[in-house]
């Protein structure tokens, strides 16, 4: 994830080493089996010497879900240009194999839309 600022100055999570904000980061994602509270966070640092609060953690938290979902919305505008390049505008030019890839494209873009 990338460090943001708040308020101009870098937050206190993203000041942290980057193995303690790694293994914050696991905490903070359910699929990694270890999800905590940010009270439980703010409660492990303080054991490793780091003062930072709940609301320090959920700053850090709601910053970087914005981050991810920037990156995935560029992402998936930056395929969704190439997949119409290459379909529409390239198509007669194209290998076939390279025209499955960019179906196959499609349909994962697709999938994904219908997944939200």
Not at 20 to 31: A, D, E, H, T, V
Not at 66 to 95: G, P
Request: proline share 3%.
């Amino acid at each position: 994830m990338r460090t943001k600022k708040h308020h101009g100055h870098l937050s206190k999570v993203a000041q942290l080493p980057f193995r303690i904000r790694r293994q914050i980061n696991k905490m903070l994602i359910p699929s990694g089996g270890q999800l905590k509270t940010y009270q439980e966070i703010s409660d492990w640092l303080k054991k490793r010497g780091y003062i930072i609060g709940k609301s320090s953690i959920g700053r850090y938290f709601q910053y970087s879900r914005a981050d991810k979902r920037s990156i995935q919305c560029r992402i998936e505008i930056n395929l969704l240009n190439l997949y119409e390049a290459l379909t529409k505008k390239a198509s007669k030019s194209l290998d076939p194999k390279d025209i499955e890839q960019v179906l196959r494209l499609g349909e994962t873009l697709e999938k994904s839309k219908g997944g939200e």
